[in-house]
């Protein structure tokens, strides 16, 4: 039945189409991803977001799950003339990035979650 879907389900469908996307890579790719996806949420409450994703855009290795949450934010708004989401938030205020802390955090748990359920280690 098709209707308006809520956050949540909107935070799982997107982190599922991603891990299924990542599926379709070589095994150390994909193992890099989901071993990176499944800290992400540690590595925001203990580091801050903008930390995070600087760590993240600045190794290879971990720009996959660094475009994935910059494309999240940037849907649901964290950003301006589709600049990248991290230059946004360097430049906003207090209570958006509070706000945008909040938001990556419920996705990095929704992504996490996906990757325990679909990538297999």
Known sequence: MPGQKT????????????VKGIKKLDKDKKDK?????KR??????????????AFLKSKDETRPVYNTINEWLK????????????EYLLGCNFSTLRLATMEA????NWLKRMVEIEIKE
């Open 75 to 86: 849907q649901k708004g964290f950003t301006e003339n589709n600049k990248d989401v991290l």
């Open 40 to 53: 992400l949420p540690a590595l925001i409450t203990t580091n801050g977001l903008i930390p995070t994703l």
């Open 33 to 37: 991803y989901a071993s990176n996806a």
């Open 105 to 108: 955090m419920a996705f990095a």
């Open 7 to 18: 956050l949540n389900q909107e935070r799982a469908s997107f982190a599922f189409n991603e």
